[in-house]
T-cell receptor, first 112, second 112 residues
Framework: GQQLNQSPQSMFIQEGEDVSMNCTSS?????WLWYKQDPGEGPVLLIA?????ELTSNGRLTAQFGITRKDSFLNISASIPSDVGIYFC????????????FGTGTRLTIIP | GAGVSQSPRYKVAKRGQDVALRCDPI?????LFWYQQALGQGPEFLTY????????KSGLPSDRFFAERPEGSVSTLKIQRTQQEDSAVYLC??????????FGPGTRLTVL
């Protein structure tokens, strides 16, 4: 079952607003990944984090690897319509095993 | 280069029918993964390969599910005697670097 909790579950924002979402776990992760999934498509990798405390940006996206290694957040600045979708955090739960555990997802909707 | 491709994109099967889902990973990617995604949920791990070796199949729900990657490239996920609860999107991912998995568009399986 899921071991990564994401919040909020859904967000309704206006275009141009900044967005913040996070992911928490009761277990330690050594890698955090953030994916975006559009309807009918597979998840697309946005940002990968490998070190506790690491802050990484990809355009308007910024993600941080929590210092406790049990959480991560993703920020989106100046949202645009194509940001709509479901955002998942994910990571390999067990060291040495590459299989990913995914979070529960945050659904982002932009209100016209 | 080309991303991960999957075929068919959609499959409708009658209960009890066998199905085979194909995944073509990104060229040169050593690791290949299969995930199952139920509606409104995050992907759940099924199995993964490193080259032709199946290193973890702990996520396969029953012995009706079987995956192979005989030459370390293309992989096939086979489901025998399909049941309605097998209806889901089946996602394939490949990776060259531990952690960064790139997903295909998925195969949506509907069992009637």
């Amino acid at each position: 079952g899921q071991q990564l909790n994401q919040s909020p579950q859904s967000m309704f924002i206006q275009e141009g607003e900044d967005v913040s979402m996070n992911c928490t776990s009761s277990s330690i992760f050594n890698t955090w990944l953030w994916y975006k999934q559009d309807p009918g498509e597979g998840p697309v990798l946005l940002i990968a984090l490998y070190k506790a405390g690491e802050l990484t940006s990809n355009g308007r996206l910024t993600a941080q690897f929590g210092i406790t290694r049990k959480d991560s957040f993703l920020n989106i600045s100046a949202s645009i319509p194509s940001d709509v979708g479901i955002y998942f955090c994910a990571g390999p739960l067990n060291f040495g095993n590459e299989k990913l555990t995914f979070g529960t997802g945050t659904r982002l909707t932009i209100i016209p | 280069g080309a991303g991960v491709s999957q075929s068919p994109r959609y499959k409708v099967a009658k209960r009890g029918q066998d199905v085979a889902l194909r995944c073509d990973p990104i060229s040169g990617h050593v690791s290949l993964f299969w995930y199952q995604q139920a509606l409104g949920q995050g992907p759940e791990f099924l199995t993964y390969f490193q080259n032709e070796a199946q290193l973890d199949k702990s996520g396969l729900p029953s012995d009706r599910f079987f995956a192979e990657r005989p030459e370390g490239s293309v992989s096939t996920l086979k489901i025998q005697r399909t049941q309605q609860e097998d209806s889901a999107v089946y996602l394939c991912a490949s990776s060259r670097v531990v952690g960064e998995q790139f997903f295909g568009p998925g195969t949506r399986l509907t069992v009637l």
